[in-house]
């Protein structure tokens, strides 16, 4: 079975300044991976997926992430934040290929601070 | 429409009586899932339904709760006997089949459900 872990449950960060999210997975199989989003009083939008290829993958508002196999990663990350950016972020994995469940980490919210 | 549409979108009832909440999925989409989301809380797994597999209810949190499937159309989650604790957004959401190279959920908007 897959398990998604998101350590930081709060990041505050200033605007404009650089933001990273952490992600980290288990899972004995391969996987794909997203980052949702979630505004404030709004439902879940897809962010970002990796399903296979470049490591690198980039999202919408100049969000991007990084697959890395060797440490179980895929953490999320943005050279500079804006306040529309406040929001929550939820990692999630499914492993490909089989038909098990979609597993979400917990969540982080994303403060921007003017 | 072409998303996943939720009903009612929100709801207020008394401690004790029986609700009903409603997913119509994305056409197509044979995964369907059910998620709870307290307020100021992530998401929490209640049940998922996989074409015509049995579902996979390990996440609903007691004989409460229920949900219903026809086919790879349109779900119910039941809530019996309401309790306060009850109180939260019921997220659906809906996939390709996961064997498929995607696995991407698409939600709906969600039902709010507010316990007095």
């Known amino acids: 079975a897959q398990s998604v872990t998101q350590l930081d449950s709060q990041v505050p960060v200033f605007e404009e300044a650089p933001v990273e999210l952490r992600c980290n997975y288990s899972s004995s199989v391969s996987v794909y991976l997203f980052w949702y989003v979630q505004y404030p009083n709004q439902g879940l939008q897809l962010l970002l997926k990796?399903?296979?290829?470049?490591?690198l993958v980039k999202g919408i508002n100049g969000f991007e992430a990084e697959f890395n196999k060797s440490q179980t990663s895929f953490h999320l990350r943005k050279p500079s934040v804006h306040i529309s950016d406040t929001a929550e972020y939820f990692c999630?994995?499914?492993?490909?290929?089989?038909?098990?469940?979609?597993?979400f980490g917990t969540g982080t919210k994303l403060q921007v601070i003017p | 429409g072409a998303g996943v549409s939720q009903s009612p979108s929100n709801k207020v009832t008394e401690k004790g009586k029986d609700v009903e909440l409603r997913c119509d999925p994305i056409?197509?989409?044979?995964?369907l899932y059910w998620y709870r989301q307290r307020l100021g809380q992530g998401l929490e797994f209640l049940i998922y339904?996989?074409?015509?597999?049995?579902?996979?209810k390990s996440g609903l949190p007691s004989d409460r709760f229920s949900a219903e499937r026809t086919g790879e159309s349109v779900s119910t989650l039941t809530i019996q006997r309401t309790q306060q604790e009850d109180s939260a957004v019921y997220l659906c959401?809906?996939?390709?089949?996961?064997?498929?190279?995607?696995?991407?959920?698409?939600f709906g908007e969600g039902s709010r459900l507010t316990v007095l």
């Open positions: 959401a809906s996939s390709l089949a996961p064997g498929m190279r995607t696995g991407e959920l698409f």
């Open positions: 999630a994995v499914i492993t490909s290929g089989g038909y098990q469940k979609v597993t």
């Open positions: 339904f996989q074409g015509n597999s049995a579902p996979d």
């Open positions: 056409s197509g989409h044979t995964a």
């Open positions: 990796y399903l296979s290829g470049s490591t």
